[in-house]
């Protein structure tokens, strides 16, 4: 059955036609995210939920949710998506970072021309049939510093755009490397010492917990006399309140914002104020940036349901559909190591160790730990998935490692998972072959050769004879049919393990009347996805 997607927000048609194309069965309803009682009634239905800003999708949307894997967002801010229950019922979260970025960024710059310069104010004047040349004096951008807080993609470009200006950019980024700062020509600096130095400040951060009104009053009053500020980012990153007091009082020359922190905006601090430039949000307002957005959503989208790529996602690890080609048996025997291991384990779970050796450690890794946690929590919860099983592992206090090596052995690659309890640490291994299978290679330092099967039966035992006709004789006589097996030893006479296929799961009472014998210390029914 094709993937079914619905787009509760306005796009483009040409976005529309590009999951028709893909074969995605595709619900385009512009108007219901307006909605949200008869959004939430519908939502059960879908794959996947295309978005622009108009649809809010809250906890009571995606607890009605039970059938969807992805909501992605046609621009940069996923403010409307609560990520956290999207992560909690394992649904992928994605925006289009790269859509709007140039538009976002000439936006910024055109609203620091506005400001400098006083157009709105002017234009108004000249409208209304007045001539006051002498009341619109503006200043220079040349030579003038510019104060970018945040220097990341769109961040970035108005760097660049400003040294085009002939501007001095000093820029605070805790993530930006000295080596970008120098490759894009601009200052690397803390926010205080970028405060009293510019003259012009813009924001191109998101809103979090560390940066909201990052230019607070105590900052915004750090700044240089005379200063002009530039919000395009994200509104609740400055103390609205607090830039109109210091607007009224003529230290803040001017101020432009986009963005506000209560939108739409009917009444806030600075409107009114004189030089000061407000627009509803036009960041990402132009037809080519709108167009950008809505095929790269489409495309996003329609790659994930189709074949597993994982593009711009902000609660997951991102994988490139070629990755997903090439990985995809990998993620499957990381799933399956993950699977049998949490399987194998009674106790709470205090670490996961994981190691990736050859071919196995030049891969995504983020993306193959979050499948093998996945494994794992399963146990725990069937509905887990490659999204939530990390969120319920840190809710569990589960650290998690991974170790990288060189081919140190007879495969190419393969991956080791080790979980660790109050009581033990166990272990198991395996590789994907040429054939493209996932198999086990070792378990609890034991090798062996063994294919996943839906349905197995582990148990561990002392090297002694008869260990064979007993799992048979027992089994047969419950009826359980043994389809194949794999056997290994640590050595003659020692700890010895067998994994039998069996067409159905092994009943309760079977594995009873194995373990009445004396020959099994464990035994473990197992059950994987294979499908």
Known sequence: MAPKVLISDKLSEAAVQIFRDRGIDVDFQPDLGKDKDKLAALIGDYDGLAIRSATKVTQKILDNATNLKVIARAGIGT??????????????????????????????????????????????????????????????????????????????????????????????????????????????????????????????VPLTDQTRNILSKENLEKTKKGVR?????????????????????????????????????????????????????????????????????????????????VENALNMPSMTAEEARVMGPWVALSGHL????????????????????????????AALNCSVVAGIMKKLNPDVNMVSAPVVARERGIQISTTNQDKSGTFDGYIKVTVVTS?????????????????????????????????????????????????????????????????GRSEAGGEAIALLYVDEPVPAAARAALAETEFFNQIKPLQFDVS
């Open 79 to 204: 403010d409307n998506i609560d990520k956290d229950a999207a992560s909690q019922k394992g649904v992928i979260v994605m925006n289009t970072p790269f859509g709007n970025m140039i538009t976002t960024a000439e936006h910024a710059i055109a609203m620091m021309f506005a400001v400098a310069r006083q157009i709105p104010e002017a234009s108004a004047s000249t409208h209304a049939g007045k001539w006051e040349k002498s009341k619109f004096m503006g200043v220079e951008l040349t030579n003038k510093t510019l104060g970018v807080i945040g220097a990341g993609n769109i961040g970035g470009i108005v760097c660049d755009r400003a040294r085009g200006l002939k501007m001095k950019v000093v820029a605070y980024d805790p993530f930006l490397s000295q080596e970008k700062a120098d490759k894009i020509g601009v200052e690397k600096v803390e926010l205080d010492e970028l405060l009293p130095r510019a003259d012009f400040i813009t924001l191109h």
């Open 423 to 487: 009581k033990r640490e166990r272990s198991v291994a395996g590789t994907v072959f040429s054939d493209g299978k996932p198999r086990f290679i070792q378990i609890k330092g034991i090798n062996i050769d063994a294919e996943v099967g839906a349905h197995m039966l582990y148990t561990t035992n002392e090297d002694v004879p008869g260990i064979i006709g007993t799992l048979g004789q027992i089994l047969g006589d419950m009826g359980v049919n043994i389809a194949n097996f794999t056997l």
């Open 229 to 309: 500020i530039i919000n395009c980012a994200r509104g609740g990153l400055v103390d609205e309140a607090a830039l109109a007091e210091l607007l009224t009082s003529g230290h803040v020359a001017g101020a432009a914002f986009d963005v506000f922190s209560e939108e739409p905006a009917r009444t806030n601090p600075l409107f009114g104020l004189p030089n000061v430039v407000c627009t509803p949000h036009l960041g990402a307002a132009t037809s080519e940036a709108q167009e950008n957005v809505a095929l790269q959503v489409a495309e996003q989208m329609s790659n994930y349901l189709l074949d597993g790529a």
């Open 338 to 365: 993950g699977g049998f291991i949490g399987q194998m384990t009674d106790e709470p779970i205090q670490a996961i160790n994981i190691l990736y050796d050859g071919v196995a450690s030049e891969m995504n890794l």
